[in-house]
């Protein structure tokens, strides 16, 4: 029998706060994007075994993606992006310090967990691209499954994503009722379904895409037009986050993982 693991999201969304502000906007290719990658390789160094930074070339038209809520959402001030995507970086830092960390017992036994924070996502999803296709003979010669997290804002709004890339590539069925079964265990109300057309995409995409088992959990409303938007904004900063839609993301993927590692 699994323990249910009751996770804080206070450290999380301190470290989401701190970076917001060591970094502001992160635009691909920027000064404040390198410094966000070595930010948050320092991190997951104080809890993971090895830690590397790639360069990635994106693929000619890697980057053509259409997204509606692009056409309502500008600002020449950029956004600090704590939601949208600073806070599940902060997520990935937590998992591994709660499997790895020097204070944690290791729970795992056979399964090894990678955390991936990939760049360029909104101009394409283009880290993931090549991430995906660079690793593609490594993720698929080991069972792989990418459990991805994206814009961190509501726990009410927590959703499977069953079609990504505008409900045209498929994402695993198995890993959706897997989690879902999960939440409902661990007592989260979660939705399952797909990103509409106009909605964008997520980098679980490029995983499915070349074969890979993948998934993403979004704490987000899918509707394309919404109310107290934050997402591609100024108004992106940590005080948007609920501390539930993080504590609820992370419980799920610590006990998704402990579920895999049980079963071999």
Known sequence: MLKSVKISAKEVLELTGRLVDRLGPRILGSASCARAADEIATELGRHCSSVRKERFTARPGAGLLFVAPFFFYFSRRGSPGAGDNLAACAMGIK??????????????????????????????????????RVHQEELK???????????????????????????????????????????????????????????????????????????????MSMALIQEDTWFHTPNDTVEHIEPAAVEACLSIAYRYILEKDRAG
């Not at 036994?109 to 691209?129: C, F, I, K, N, Y």
């Open 95 to 132: 998992i591994a310090e709660l499997l790895g960390g020097q204070q944690a017992p290791r729970p795992l036994q056979q399964t090894r967990v990678v955390v991936l924070s990939t760049d360029g996502e909104e101009p394409g999803m283009l880290g993931a691209e090549a991430f995906a």
């Open 141 to 219: 010669d080991l069972k792989t499954y990418v459990l991805n997290f994206d814009t961190i804002y509501k726990a009410a709004d927590l959703t499977l994503v069953t079609k990504d890339r505008n409900a045209t590539i498929r994402l695993s069925g198995t890993m959706v009722a897997d989690c879902r079964r999960i939440a409902a265990d661990l007592g989260y109300p979660i939705k399952a379904g797909p990103i509409p057309t106009g909605g964008g995409a997520t980098d679980a995409a490029r995983f499915a895409e070349i074969g890979v088992e993948a998934v993403s959990i979004l704490p």
